[in-house]
């Protein structure tokens, strides 16, 4: 055999294998789309979004107390992370640029990024529950914010610097002052990108579990009161998906589809915005 | 005019009160977690925590050898399944798969790396584990079983649950996010040099062997760490599956726990001073680990790439 064909045969063999191996990933993931798409859509009724908590043994109740709880902590993570996470990016991009303050915060953040979402759990824990006593709905949203300010500060210093020099520079050349260029013309300039940014680290964060875990913890009742444990989805999943009874693990993937929803519903919103910015 | 310098300068010490805010919280982060858990480490030191095998709370004996050989263990075999699979998955879809179904399995790759990991974990618990005890653990026992030395990692008959299947849960979970960070090196890869190679008379194969690899290698590598990291302190994937069991078992099949594991099932079943404290040092010693893994993939090869 010549090399020429050995090289032909070499080729296929390996192009064969990759293509098997695409298949082969592809297909653990519907597998897994497909359950969740059967179990899910075929719980789905006004039940399932109005009704109250389900008692043990009772085959009606609702996750309204969860999906309230959930879109609470998830909106007031939102609300501490990107102020916090705005202002730092704008710092780095706009302040530190290339000083040794703005690098080590860069590094620092995508490490944060990075720390296991339990550990952030056991932290608010420490400083927050351990004190006050009791499980709360805020320090979920804590410790979800936490994770949101370095997702937050890179997009911003990232969309911040893609700014042309040029338009600052105009804006200086009228007498005004940093902050009035920053707020009037770098922001505006830049709104989309930052928007996507906070969109998608919404979506990152939104099907967090572990962080919520010993912080809001879980409650069998409706609550609007942030300073008490609060249900969430994601942990009512885990708990009704470990229970004996079989419409609570109906429920959990009831709350799958819906969580699901929302996390991609998210994440597709941040990707069409970020293509309509860049498609250029 | 004085107004407008005011708020000039305020707004300059808010962002920079904001950006130190990152620093404070990660030395916070690792100053609480030693804080909480130095009575356990007085209590039993650190080798001696990390190399003893008894975890066994009633009696308030500690060590955390179970559950960080089980963190360890289930990581790398994930990883020795995603990372193939994954590469797999990047070469058919920049070279092989047809230029009309490249965008849309690729964002379904995306998508999927989106997935809250707690559904992976539910559906692990209700289709995977049965499907690990009914279909593969007798394919399993026929295999490898039969090895001589290596079989006994393979021996038992466990409902399903235990090291193999997190594993094997946890690989399938990280497998997207490996699939699109290779895809995204091999296509940084200029198409000048594919193309002169392929002048040459190259096939795809050795193209990939000897452009594309060699030009993309430190980009994958920092990203098969990234996933690493990802891995290691994945909780909701494994927590379903793993079994929580305080043992080094024998077996692969067999249930274990690992750090995630254990603080999720545990952290707020704690009774004892020392028995929180504990699972603190546990956390502590997951965050160490993940902030090495990532420090090394960030700064050791994804920088590398970036110059």
């Known amino acids: 055999m010549d090399a020429f064909t050995r090289r032909k045969i070499v080729n296929n063999i390996i192009l064969v294998l990759s293509t098997v191996a695409a298949l082969f990933g592809i297909m653990w993931l519907f597998w897994i789309l497909g359950t969740l798409l059967y179990k899910g859509f075929s719980m789905l009724s006004l039940e399932i979004f109005m009704g109250d908590p389900p008692s043990p043994g009772e085959e009606t109740g609702g996750l309204k107390h969860a999906i309230v709880g959930q879109t609470l902590i998830v909106l007031t993570a939102t609300v501490i992370g990107i102020p916090l996470g705005i202002l730092a990016g704008t710092y780095i991009a706009e302040y530190g640029k290339n000083s040794r303050l703005a690098n080590i915060v860069r590094d620092l953040s995508d490490i944060m990024m990075s720390v296991p979402s339990i550990v952030i759990g056991t932290f608010i824990y420490a400083i927050l529950v351990k004190p006050v006593g009791h499980f709360m709905g805020i320090a979920g949203s804590l410790s979800l914010a936490i994770m949101m300010i370095p997702i937050i500060l890179r997009t911003t210093d990232d969309m911040l610097r893609l700014v042309p020099p040029e338009l600052r520079e105009a804006g200086y050349a009228l007498g005004a002052t940093k902050f009035k260029v920053i707020k009037d013309i770098v922001y505006r300039a830049a709104i989309t990108g930052i928007l996507t940014g906070v969109i998608l680290s919404v979506a990152r964060i939104g099907g967090e579990t572990a962080p919520l875990l010993f912080t809001s913890f879980n409650n069998n009742f409706f609550t609007f009161d942030m300073t008490q444990p609060m249900a969430s989805l994601t942990v009512t999943m885990y708990d009704y998906a470990m229970s004996p009874y079989e419409y609570w693990q109906k429920l959990a993937w009831a709350a799958a589809i819906i969580l699901t929803a929302g996390v991609l519903g998210a994440n597709i919103l941040g990707r069409v915005m970020a293509y309509w910015k860049f498609r250029k | ?307």
């Open chain 2, 1 to 307: 005019m004085k107004k407008s310098y005011l708020a000039d300068w305020t707004f300059g010490k808010i962002a920079l009160a904001s950006t130190l805010l990152v620093i404070v919280i990660l030395a916070m982060l690792f100053f609480v977690l030693y804080r909480e858990s130095s009575p356990s480490i007085h209590t039993f030191g650190i080798w001696n925590f990390i190399t003893s095998t008894v975890w066994n709370p009633p009696m308030e004996k500690f060590g955390g050898a179970p559950a960080i050989f089980g963190t360890i263990v289930s990581t790398v075999i994930a990883i020795l399944i995603a990372v193939p699979v994954a590469i797999g998955i990047a070469i058919f879809l920049t070279e092989i798969s047809p230029h009309f179904l490249r965008t849309p399995v690729g964002v379904a790759v995306e998508l999927l790396a989106a997935i809250p990991s707690i559904i992976y974990g539910m559906w692990g618990l209700f289709y995977f584990a049965p499907f690990m005890r009914d279909k593969v653990q007798p394919i399993i026992h026929a295999t490898f079983g039969k090895i001589p030395v290596v079989g006994e990692w393979f021996a038992g008959y466990t409902p399903g649950i235990g090291l193999l299947t997190a594993s094997v849960v946890l690989s399938i979970m990280i497998l997207p996010f490996t699939a699109a960070i290779a895809r995204d090196s091999f296509n940084m890869v200029p198409n000048i040099l594919k193309e002169s190679a392929y002048a040459l008379g190259a096939t795809k194969w050795d193209v990939m062997k000897d452009v594309v690899i060699p030009y993309a290698k430190l980009g994958v590598i920092g990203g098969i760490i990234l996933s690493l990291g990802r891995a290691l302190g994945e909780t909701m994937a494994v927590t379903f599956v793993m079994g929580n069991q305080p043992v080094i078992p024998h077996s692969l099949l067999e249930p274990a726990t690992s750090i995630t594991v254990t603080l999720a099932n545990e952290f707020t079943e704690a009774d004892t001073d020392l028995y929180l404290s504990s699972l603190f040092y546990l956390a502590l010693i997951l965050f160490v680990m993940s902030f090495l893994v990532i420090a090394i993939g960030k700064f050791v090869f994804l920088k590398k790439v970036e110059r």
